[in-house]
């Protein structure tokens, strides 16, 4: 029996890091994971290592390990996946746009959790003016936009939308939602699992 080819989109990379590491192994880069599938390998096999570590108010230091990462990236996949609504084998996919000035953390989980559910994620800079948002969204075809929730990027938001519809009166106006909160994806006591959300 001929073994399948694998689905090898580049060479693999020369094994540099984690030589050493007894807490991180490399997922296989031959093609045999999608890229929601590479987040649920380190749940896996990379338990005891660190992906963010970060200072509290009070001073002290949190450690976020990939099991815990990976938990809240499910969390924001099943959040955004209830806004959306989106049926796979209806449509084409949902352009996701995130406009926020959001901390590190909850955004790389946001927007990889965009990834994971099989949607575009398109980040826009909040530095760009009403204008050129409102470009952004008519060409990319924005479907629903997640917004920070300060008080500059609600004003931001309702001044694209305005250019939206005088500009572009054909453009339907994009779904609006606020951006995800580091609390709402940590969630310390509860645990949102992998088999809830379909990656």
């Not at 599938?37 to 002290?60: A, I, K, N």
């Not at 099989?118 to 909040?126: D, E, H, K």
């Not at 075809?141 to 005088?166: A, N």
């Amino acid at each position: 029996m001929v073994a399948a080819p694998s689905l090898c989109l580049l060479p693999p990379p020369p094994q540099t890091q984690a030589r050493s590491s007894t807490t991180f192994r490399p997922p296989p880069l031959d093609g045999s994971l999608t890229f929601p599938q590479m987040y649920s390998w380190h749940l896996e096999h990379t338990p005891d290592y660190r992906l963010f570590v970060y200072v509290r108010e009070d001073g002290s230091v949190k450690t976020i390990y990939w099991p815990e990462a990976v938990k809240a990236i499910y969390t924001a996949a099943h959040i955004i996946g209830n806004r959306i609504q989106w049926i796979s084998y209806t449509s084409e996919r949902p352009v996701i746009a995130i406009l926020a000035a959001s901390d590190t953390i909850p955004y790389f989980i946001t927007l990889t959790s965009i990834m994971c559910t099989n949607y575009i994620a398109f980040p826009i800079s909040p530095r760009n003016s009403a204008t050129a948002i409102a470009h952004l969204i008519n060409a990319v075809g924005v479907k629903h936009i997640l917004v920070g929730r300060e008080q500059s990027m609600l004003d931001l938001i309702r001044d694209t939308l305005e250019i939206l519809k005088s500009q572009y009166p054909s453009v339907p106006a994009p779904a609006l939602s606020p951006m995800l909160l580091f609390e709402d994806l940590f969630l310390w006591t509860e645990a949102t699992a992998n088999e809830e959300i379909s990656l």
